[in-house]
């Protein structure tokens, strides 16, 4: 969250690794599988460990944060 807490801060190399993890379940590779290619990168877990943990990834392509959504709460989800 931001200093107001009003708002998220995106960190670049972190949102790097969603963006891999999002990808590779758009290829349709279940958590097991994408666990596996993370560490195989050599990409450790959010707190430093060597391999995720298959909670986290499920709980990343499932969580409402990372969909998109306008200002204000409209979701864009299907808009080009």
Do not use: T
């Amino acid at each position: 969250f931001n200093e107001a807490k009003d708002g998220l801060v995106v960190h670049e190399p972190e949102m790097q690794v969603i963006r891999k993890v999002f990808e590779m379940a758009a290829e349709g590779l279940g958590v097991g599988a994408i666990q596996s290619r993370l560490h195989a990168q050599g990409i450790h877990a959010p707190k430093g460990g060597r391999i995720w943990a298959r909670p986290v990834i499920r709980r990343l392509v499932e969580s409402d944060v990372y969909k998109p959504h306008s200002y204000g709460g409209d979701c864009l989800h299907g808009l080009r």
